[in-house]
């Protein structure tokens, strides 16, 4: 055998090594060109729970007058609810808030000073329903309070769903069937076949409020403010193409 240079001989076995390595690499990947598709499914739903909460307050000279006039408006409250049928289950009164009032003033020299002007006490109503309508209902209804002298307080309701699990999974469902269907539609216009499944990616579960332009988000949108709801996923799935 003749004798080769060190330089060429590492160069030969470079070229070698290169051959070898191309020639596996295409025996291993040369039946696996992928497609990779983005599936969609939404659905349009009602909202089964609703949350509202209303509040209320007394300022007095002493906590023990402030306490005497808010038990007297929570009364009041009492017998609003029963009025309007609400289960004792549905509503919970939330613990006395104490807090204490201050007057702000200035002195001649324009220095500030504080002077206490009394107790506030304060509590929260809070209805939780599957009633959603009733408990809408009730919340027109609660100006019946503010003509008996009660200066409450009423917030936005919040809506939600809770079936939402099982909406995932239908959904989850729904965008692996378009995404499918994308798929094998691209491959049939590009003269292919499609394969079996390599790989699955599910997207991020969004609920909007229906018919708006509500700002998706990379987190995942989750709207309480609207009682008709419009929820949505995408699936990314990749397929081999034959």
Known sequence: MRYLPPALAIGVAAVVSALILSYTYLNRYAHQDTIEVI?????????????????????????????????????????????????????????????????????DRGRQYSTFNGYVLSQTLTIESKRVDAVEDIMRNITGLIQRGLEVVSYEPEYYYTKLSELKIQMIAEATKDARLRAEKIAQEAGASLGKLKGARMGVFQITAQNSNEDYSWGGAFNTSSKMKTASITMRLTFEVD
């Open 39 to 107: 599936g969609l499914g939404s659905k349009d739903f009602k909202s089964d729970l609703i949350v509202w909460r209303a509040s209320f307050s007394r300022k007095a000279p002493t906590i023990k007058e402030a306490y005497a006039l808010l038990d007297e408006d929570r009364a009041l409250v009492m017998a609003f609810l029963q009025e309007q049928a609400v289960k004792k289950e549905e509503f919970v009164f939330s613990p006395i808030a104490i807090s204490k009032d201050f007057v702000y003033s200035y002195d």
